[in-house]
């Protein structure tokens, strides 16, 4: 059972613009909601992070945007790079614990 | 400081032999966890161990099994391969402290069962 839904699967962006993914939860008991960065060969890395008490968090060009009524987040992307070119998942867990509920991941290109 | 380390990097296994795989979290840290990666399925949890005791068990069968030492250093065991095994495999270490809790991920180990 997918407990979190995230898309699009894969996202074309220019350089300078924009780039948003979307995630939907369904356990309601998912307390932490982090987003994930994956380069090839590399393992996912945290990027940013937020708690349902709180409807968005900003990290430089990084914003999380939480709707704890609708159960969906998002990441935006501001003045993406090509650097930024990588596969993202939101995530979702429960207290502090590892067992962690990933989506399905998006990849990410960002062209000049 | 040295990150998550993750032993082989890759391999190469055929059907029904065995393979155990090694993870040795950053230092400090006392929880492992283990993640399985592929195109289809995404990242699918395995299970998690704190203090040589695991915490978690995802939804694996038991072909799978895992285990953590007192150094935390843990390993990960599948046995009887299947074609479907090929995969990533991913190790995440963190340091427990409950609330946020960060996982750091290893490289992974690439498995391919022919």
């Known amino acids: 059972q997918q407990q979190v839904k995230q898309s699009p699967q894969s996202l074309i962006v220019q350089k300078g613009g924009i780039s948003i993914i979307n995630c939907a939860y369904e356990n309601t008991a998912f307390d932490y909601f982090p987003w994930y960065q994956q380069f090839p060969g590399k393992g996912p890395a945290l990027l940013i992070a937020?708690?349902?008490?709180?409807s968005e968090k900003k990290e430089g060009r990084f914003t999380i945007s939480f709707n704890k009524s609708a159960k969906q987040f998002s990441l935006h992307i501001m003045d993406s790079q090509p650097g930024d070119s990588a596969t993202y998942f939101c995530a979702a867990s429960i207290g502090g614990y590892q067992k962690v509920t990933f989506g399905t991941g998006t990849k990410l290109q960002v062209i000049p | 400081k040295a990150g998550v380390t993750q032993t082989p990097r890759y391999l190469i296994k055929t059907r029904g032999q065995q393979v155990t795989l090694s993870c040795s979290p950053i230092?400090?840290?006392?929880?492992v966890s283990w993640y399985q990666q592929t195109p289809g399925q995404g990242l699918q949890f395995l299970f998690e161990y704190f203090s040589e005791t695991q915490r978690n068990k995802g939804n694996f069968p038991g072909r799978f099994s895992g285990r953590q030492f007192s150094n935390s250093r843990s390993e990960m065991n599948v046995s009887t391969l299947e074609l479907g095994d090929s995969a990533l495999y991913l190790c995440?270490?963190?340091?427990?402290?409950?609330?946020?809790?960060?996982?750091?991920f290893g490289a992974g180990s690439r498995l391919t069962v022919l």
């Open positions: 995440a270490s963190s340091r427990d402290l409950g609330g946020a809790n960060v996982l750091t």
């Open positions: 230092s400090g840290h006392r929880s």
């Open positions: 937020i708690r349902p008490d709180v």
